[in-house]
């Protein structure tokens, strides 16, 4: 039979103010006591609002590299997007905002900070996206003159960031590559689609149509295509290889592109209409993120 020990504290011995003849020394007594209770027990700090997870993360020499650094933007950096915007391009935009609000990827050189966000995840780009966007303006989002698109009614919708569903990727090391099966036998290994590549696709001087913007992404994503033979055939070496995919192909390897990149997914939000008492579908855009920058 177990039996409970009881452990006798040794206490200094104090002799008792009563509070009623003298409250100043009762109460400083009271209060040092607590101040000396407190110090036991570790204080929780909160994560700071600068750090954002990646989720992806950057491979780099056989290291995973899953943290970076933000900050609040300043009127030094509106002025910078303020002309970035005048390209009419929004993912030129989207490129300053982050080299203007990312501060260091990891604890890699601050000075390769530029350089190693084009070979982030497009899916980790957007992350620290959120992640400037949470150090300037908060949590909290509202998303005002919201139409529901079952009944007509208007409403200001307000959330948090968090609200918004974010993919990570299981085994970052292994996941950013994979392959696709193709039709008639063949198969492509391909790869997630980074920084540079969401660059090369919309940073022309003329208007694309989304076909060629697929090819572009194509051509640089699909890292080989092997035959119903075995015959490996390397994309790199001939982009052209794009264009003589078939449609379903192209398409399928397009879809793999898209569900396996991680990161937040802002058109996969859900709103009960308080009107018609319906679920409804909702995705947050640039401007609702930056509702300062009216631009876009």
């Known amino acids: 039979m177990k039996t409970t020990a009881q452990v006798k504290v040794d206490q200094p011995e104090t002799e008792w103010v009563d509070p009623r003849t003298n409250p100043e020394q009762a109460h400083a007594e009271i209060a040092a006591l607590?101040?000396?209770?407190?110090?036991?027990?570790?204080t929780i700090a909160l994560p700071p609002d600068d750090l954002v997870n990646l989720p992806g993360g950057l491979v780099?020499?056989?290291?995973?590299?899953?943290?970076?650094?933000?900050?609040?933007l300043t009127g030094e950096d509106e002025e910078a997007l303020s002309r970035a915007s005048q390209s009419l391009n929004m993912f030129h935009f989207i490129d300053r905002l982050l080299k203007r609000g990312v501060v260091q990827i990891g604890d890699l050189p601050v000075s390769e900070t530029e350089n190693l966000l084009d070979q982030l995840l497009i899916g980790d780009r957007e992350q620290l996206i959120l992640g400037v966007r949470r150090s300037t303006y908060g949590e909290d989002l509202d998303l005002e003159d919201w139409k529901c698109p079952l009944c007509g009614n208007e409403a200001t919708l307000s959330m948090q960031l968090s609200d918004i569903p974010t993919v990570e990727l299981k085994n970052p090391e292994e996941d950013q590559t994979f392959e696709v099966?193709?039709?008639?036998?063949?198969?492509?290994?391909?790869?997630?689609?980074?920084g540079s590549d969401q660059v090369a696709i919309y940073d022309k001087?003329?208007?694309?149509?989304?076909?060629?913007?697929?090819?572009?992404?194509l051509s640089r994503c699909v890292l080989t295509i092997t035959n119903a033979a075995g015959v490996e055939m390397s994309m790199e070496a001939f982009p052209s290889m794009s264009l003589g995919m078939s449609m379903p192909d192209r398409h399928s390897v397009l879809r793999e592109l898209e569900n396996r990149q991680p990161g937040p997914k802002?058109?996969?939000l859900e709103y009960k209409c308080e009107a018609c008492g319906k679920d409804v579908k909702l995705s947050v855009g640039i401007g609702d993120l930056f509702l300062d920058i009216r631009w876009f």
């Open 181 to 194: 099966k193709l039709r008639k036998g063949s198969k492509a290994r391909v790869r997630l689609a980074n």
């Open 34 to 42: 607590l101040e000396s209770t407190q110090s036991e027990y570790p």
């Open 266 to 268: 802002y058109n996969q």
């Open 205 to 217: 001087k003329k208007e694309l149509t989304q076909a060629e913007r697929e090819t572009i992404l």
């Open 60 to 72: 780099r020499n056989g290291q995973l590299y899953n943290t970076a650094t933000v900050k609040e």
